[in-house]
């Protein structure tokens, strides 16, 4: 089987994409209003290159926020999972597993504020079978086309941030009543940019980290993908009791 797969990597009947964002210092954050505090934009600090703190090596320290770049949040990064799993303890199933594409990008890019329903992902799964069992559910909306303009990609005015989302009754819905692992984005965050104002606040956090599923968000060449049949391979730090952590996160696609 695995040589199969070696084998089929190799032809290119199978490819290996890379759905993650480059980390860097510009790689856009979520910046939440005050009184709230934020996290650490990716840096890295130099330790020594080939020099008198080190003469043969090279090598940095890192700094960056749980929730930078392309990342998973864990159940317990809300208030709702708490006592579930820490983004160590997530499932290796959860890790490897199948992944469905929804392409609204065509809606994202008429309406920034663009939600999800209940009805669009009913229409997916009458054209294309229903959602994977244990696997993800990639929202595409174009966003990621975005993400090297910091300003572009958070699309703020002084209502604040104007990213497309999920309705809070189909994150209800997605959370308690399929049986995904988890929802992937292209945004910042899985939840719109206008979600601190729904009800309740932040459904996508609010209902998936209470279901103990997980997020994926800042993922790039999700049109790459075909609507089913693509294997995620997400490879977040196994960071004990952490929230969350940057992820490599790469599909293996058919053809
Ligand atoms: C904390 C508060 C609100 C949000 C988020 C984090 C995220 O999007 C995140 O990266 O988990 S919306
Ligand atoms: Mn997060």
């Not at 103990?212 to 800042?218: E, I, P």
Request: aromatic share 6%; hydrophobic share 40%.
């Amino acid at each position: 089987m695995l040589a199969t797969l070696i084998g089929a990597t190799r032809s290119g009947s199978v490819t290996v994409v890379d759905l993650t964002t480059p980390l860097q210092e510009s790689t856009p954050i979520l910046e939440l209003p005050p009184p709230f505090a934020n996290t650490s934009r990716f840096r890295l600090e130099e330790l020594s290159r080939y020099d008198d703190r080190g003469p043969a090596w090279y090598w940095n320290d890192i700094h960056t926020g749980e929730h930078t770049g392309t990342h998973l949040d864990a159940p317990n990064h809300w208030v709702t999972g708490r006592d579930g799993l820490d983004v160590s303890q997530a499932p290796l199933s959860t890790l490897v597993a199948p992944a469905v594409v929804i392409d609204r990008s065509a809606e994202a890019a008429d309406d920034a504020d663009f939600l999800l329903q209940v009805e669009h992902v009913r229409d997916w799964e009458a054209e294309h079978g229903p959602l994977p069992d244990g696997g993800w559910l990639l929202y595409r909306t174009g966003w990621a086309a975005r993400g090297n303009d910091a300003a572009a990609f958070a699309n703020a005015d002084e209502r604040g941030p104007h990213t497309p989302g999920v309705a809070p009754e189909c994150a209800r819905w997605l959370a308690r009543e399929t049986p995904i692992c988890g929802l992937g984005v292209e945004t910042v965050g899985t939840d719109a940019g206008q979600a601190s104002g729904f009800e309740p606040a932040f459904p996508c956090h609010s209902e998936l980290m209470g279901a103990g599923k997980f997020g994926l968000t800042s993922l790039r060449d999700l049109d790459r993908l075909p609507p089913t049949g693509a294997v995620l391979v997400v490879c977040p730090l196994p960071i004990v009791g952490g929230s969350g952590s940057p992820a490599r996160v790469l599909a293996l696609v058919e053809g």
